[in-house]
């Protein structure tokens, strides 16, 4: 089933490698006079925020999951514009670092946080990873009040142990519901585990896998855009 077309109004784990490299999909630091300009435009952003899910590791960039979000906004006639901040490897604690910075570089109305995986797979503490989200959450803010904000869930293999298995996919719920943010109940449903839609390593979504994520994101996205356009004079 197509997830749009042009007429429409949009009024309506096996997780990532847990290395350490830090490697954005975006190019790094934007000029300030740049990021001031993008102030001063009024199209909305969507700001993806996540680990090698979002950067779509192994892939071009635009055939991540937010590239291919950004290509459905465009063939819809919306003005959009979609930002991917993803890092592979990044863990909560990390991006509780980076999370400032990136917000500083522009306006931001929409913004997706995909973290935790990398910190189930290492088996931090749940209390830890939860922590850092709220952390994650309480920047986002300070810096940019006005942005919605939406969590996106994930769930470790089995083999992390059945109660930590457990206690992690709550993580998500449980901070969603005490921050008040919207929740996708879980970011790779339909992928995770099924050989044809990721890479060899048997984590990563391949292409076909990154268009069924962005199916999932797209109904909790599209709509807050149009929400944000409705507040725009």
């Known amino acids: 089933m197509k997830i749009f ?12 490698v847990a290395c350490g490299e830090q490697t954005s999909v975006q190019e ?17 952003v969507v700001l993806f925020f ?6 779509g590791y192994g892939l071009d960039p635009d055939e991540s999951f937010p590239g291919i979000l950004q290509q459905w906004f465009d063939s819809a006639g919306v003005e959009v514009r979609v ?3 993803g890092v592979t490897g990044e863990t909560t604690a990390t991006g509780k670092n980076r999370v400032e910075w990136v917000l500083s570089q522009q306006r931001v109305d929409v913004f997706v946080l995909e ?7 290492r088996g931090i503490p749940t209390e830890e990873t939860a922590r850092n989200l709220r952390d994650i959450i309480a920047v ?9 904000i939406v969590l996106a869930g994930m769930m470790v293999p089995p083999n992390m142990g059945q109660e930590y298995s457990a206690d992690f996919e709550r993580i998500f719920p ?17 992928v995770a585990g099924e050989a044809h839609l990721n890479l060899p390593d048997g984590i990563h979504p391949n292409r076909e896998g990154q268009r069924i994520v962005a199916k999932t994101v797209w109904p909790f996205v599209a709509p807050l855009i149009e929400n944000e356009k409705g507040k725009r004079p």
């Open 5 to 16: 077309n042009s007429s429409i109004t949009l009024m309506l784990m096996w997780l990532l």
């Open 28 to 44: 790094a630091p934007q000029a300030i006079s740049e990021a001031e300009e993008n102030d001063m435009d009024d199209t909305p």
């Open 50 to 55: 996540g680990n090698s899910l979002t950067a």
């Open 83 to 85: 930002v991917n901040a």
């Open 115 to 121: 973290l935790g995986g990398n910190d189930g797979l």
């Open 140 to 148: 986002v803010r300070n810096k940019q009040p006005n942005a919605a």
């Open 174 to 190: 449980d901070v969603a519901a005490s921050e008040q943010v919207a929740l996708i109940p879980f970011l790779l449903e339909g």
